[in-house]
């Protein structure tokens, strides 16, 4: 006998009060206990509305137009109250920053307990169960302010399961997650769907959301479905170039297409050193350990720089150094010569251009288009050269019809988008990001990385990333940081090809590096899927 469907969705459309334009049209789909449902889409598809919908934050926050009908466990949700929404529907926000509300971690897991009146030995209990089974026990008298992006997702995650939701939404929860760390998440959604949980993932990372083989497959393209079946079939139907697919997949596919080869304008140069790194150590409090230990690099022009590494390597933490946001305990950091000990921050930006993690850290303006002036004006260039480098800026993140809409009215994806732009727009000499991919199709990311290589003005590019195919595509240099240390700097076809200091590192290969390596001895360089299926 079949069990009654955990999430039953008919007919579903939601158009926002502010949008000329339904946000979904006409979506049908059922979750059953046990059952993993991916959803799949290109960014501004209209994932996220439809886990508003679900969960309650429409009609309760978000307003619009909705038609259709959606029950959970056999109950209309628009009968349902957010407390009884809050103990049944168990949601994670791609932004854990906008999730977290406690001081500490033991408080952020116990709010949602605390505030259904659970007691307090049920509460320590519950706190304690859920930090051990995501493997996070030991943060549990951390601050969550002092702990990584990556962390703060486990811990945002603990937050919702210690509630034990019947149901599960995950928006993009692989984003802020190391390689090693998402593929023991996804193991762990795995486990929790065994245990009778109906769990639906939204993410990017298709690839590696497959790998638990979910039941079924939702994709969703300009807000309809396009695709409602197995992982098999998505194969078919899905477009490639915005949806990230395995490179033999892509290969096969792209054999029938004409591909345009990608050509970075920056090269290695042996050059003076823009950046450099002397010996250099940091703790954040003198009662805490270093985070950094006696670390030496030099950023030269021409470094495309990928730095990969666990969820709490440093890598934030070294790439601030670099700005003058941080400044040493032990060595030194010279920015073109100079001791960021003795220049400001402000002083720093006219070389360095620094994208946060989190969007929501950098964004304030009224509107995207005040937002991406707003540098380029504190900088004091001319008006002229600021609409020039907003409006190259903007198309460079294909954001254009937003100019007027309010940063932090988009969605998470598309604020990480305006955040790049809004430094792309000060022509910095240095480009620095952390995670530029996060929240971003596969489309969307590799048109502004083309964009930001291939147009003349920067002089190095450094990217903190958790995507091992990012730094195969575009870095012509790799920093592998383990435990607060540089473990080895180098080409990507150097640094990746020691499995065992990856896995140690928790960076894991993927189908795109394997196949590289296996023809580098033909191509001499790293390719995307495509340019290698016309190189072979």
Partial sequence: MEKDPYISVNNLTFQYHSRTEPA???????????????????SGCGKTTLMRCINGLIPHTYRGEMQGEITLLGQPVTTMSMADLSQTVGTLLQDPERQIVGSYVRNEVAFGLENLGFSRDEINWRVDETLDYLGILKLRDRETFSISGGEKQKVALAGVLAMQPK????????????????????????????????????????????????????????????????????????????????????????????????????????????????????RYREDLPDVLHDVSFDVKKGDVIAILGHNGAGKTTLVKHALG????????????????HKITVAQAAHTIGYVFQSPTQMLFAPSVKEELAFGPHNLRLPAEEIDKNVDWAIRSVHMEAELDTPPLALSFGQQKRVSIASVLSMRSR???????????????????????????????????????????????????????????????????????????????????????????????????????????
């Avoid at 049209?25 to 290109?42: H, M, N, Q, R, T």
């Avoid at 928790?506 to 390596?517: A, D, G, H, I, K």
């Fill in 24 to 42: 979904i049209v006409d979506l049908s789909f059922k979750v059953y206990p046990g059952e993993v449902l991916l959803i799949a889409g290109s």
């Fill in 430 to 536: 240095i480009l620095m990001m952390d995670e530029p991919t996060a929240g971003q199709d596969y489309w969307n990311y590799n048109q502004f990385m083309d964009a930001i290589l291939q147009m003349p003005g920067f002089d190095s590019v450094l990217f903190i990333t958790h995507d091992v195919d990012l730094a195969v595509v575009y870095a012509n240099r790799i920093l592998l940081v383990y435990g607060g240390q540089i473990v080895a700097d180098g080409t990507p076809a150097e640094v990746l090809k020691d499995r065992e200091r990856l896995k140690h590192c928790r960076v894991l290969p993927t189908s795109l590096l394997e196949v590289n390596e296996k023809y580098f001895d033909k191509t001499g360089r790293f390719l995307r899927a495509e340019e290698l299926a016309k190189a072979i």
């Fill in 325 to 340: 946001l941080l400044k040493p305990t032990g060595g030194k950091v010279l920015l073109e010569g100079k001791d960021t």
């Fill in 167 to 282: 149901i599960l939404l995950l928006d993009e929860p692989l984003a802020s997650l190391d390689p090693a760390s998402a593929r023991e998440a996804l193991a762990i959604f795995r486990d929790l769907a065994d245990k009778g949980i109906a769990v639906m993932i939204v993410e990017h990372r298709v690839e590696d959301v497959l790998s638990i083989n979910p039941d079924r497959v939702l994709y969703i393209d300009e807000g309809r479905q396009v695709y409602y079946g197995d992982s098999a079939g998505l194969m078919d139907v899905v477009d490639y170039h915005r949806i990230k697919l395995p490179a033999d997949v892509v290969m096969q596919r792209a054999k029938k297409e004409p591909v345009i080869e990608f050509q970075p304008l920056l090269k290695p140069e042996n050059s003076d050193p823009l950046v450099h790194f002397d010996h250099v150590s940091f």
